[in-house]
Antibody, heavy 126, light 107 residues
Framework: QVQLHESGPGLVKPSQTLSLTCTVSGGSISSGDYYWSWIRQPPGKGLEWMGYIHDSGSTYYNPSLKSRVNISVDTSKNQFSLNLSSVTAADTAVYYC??????????????????WGQGTLVTVSS | EIVMTQSPATLSVSPGERATLSCRASQSVISNLAWYQQKPGQAPRLLIYGVSARATGIPARFSGSGSGTEFTLTISSLQSEDFAIYSCQQYNNWPFTFGPGTKVDIK
């Protein structure tokens, strides 16, 4: 069964870049059947989908973050990564990676999330 | 962006009772609606997708209904392990968005 695990620094200074990696085990990230997502949850708040990537390199980002977020994939390591630039305290959150299941047409995709990694708390503070 | 709202914010239920949770979308999402369960300190867990299809391993006491903009998650007989936060998610339009969640706690 597929499992995901986030890793990266737990503390990032304001204005710097937050970088996280998600390692996928129990299945290949290159199967072509899925998109791979980053989702975050500020303390005590709801979930925010940040964006996702296909193993082909195709991406979609949440417009609320689009200028600051980049998601990349390393199929040789079965990993995908998140970079979020110019962070502020508002970016303090638990960051989850997740596999995105669903289907795509020629113009859009419809995806839910399963499974999820256990999450990693990233605090933005000087 | 489609805004998802959920009601009530908190639902107090006794074990064995039925729980009915509501989710509303700001515009139609057709049947592209999922539900997740989240316990403290844990990642969300997919319960239902496509409004009413249970994910693998999800007990039959969880059921979903609705279409368009109004959706319902029903837990037919609450078990101790069901006390958690439940969030809905629309996946009809990018960006995919979540509701704020309904906390189901013990009455």
């Amino acid at each position: 069964q597929v499992q995901l695990h986030e890793s990266g620094p737990g503390l990032v200074k304001p204005s710097q870049t937050l970088s996280l990696t998600c390692t996928v085990s129990g299945g290949s990230i290159s199967s072509g059947d899925y998109y791979w997502s980053w989702i975050r949850q500020p303390p005590g708040k709801g979930l925010e989908w940040m964006g996702y990537i296909h193993d082909s390199g195709s991406t979609y980002y949440n417009p609320s973050l689009k200028s600051r977020v980049n998601i990349s994939v390393d199929t040789s390591k079965n990993q995908f990564s998140l970079n979020l630039s110019s962070v502020t305290a508002a970016d303090t959150a638990v960051y989850y990676c997740a596999r995105s299941e669903g289907y795509c047409s020629s113009t859009s995709c419809q995806n839910w999330f399963d499974p999820w990694g256990q999450g990693t708390l990233v605090t933005v503070s000087s | 962006e489609i805004v998802m709202t959920q009601s009530p914010a908190t639902l107090s239920v006794s074990p064995g009772e039925r729980a009915t949770l509501s989710c509303r979308a700001s515009q139609s999402v057709i049947s592209n609606l999922a539900w997740y369960q989240q316990k403290p300190g844990q990642a969300p867990r997919l319960l239902i997708y496509g409004v009413s299809a249970r994910a693998t391993g999800i007990p039959a006491r969880f059921s979903g209904s609705g279409s368009g903009t109004e959706f319902t998650l029903t837990i037919s007989s609450l078990q101790s392990e069901d006390f958690a936060i439940y969030s809905c998610q629309q996946y009809n339009n990018w960006p995919f968005t979540f509701g704020p969640g309904t906390k189901v706690d013990i009455k």
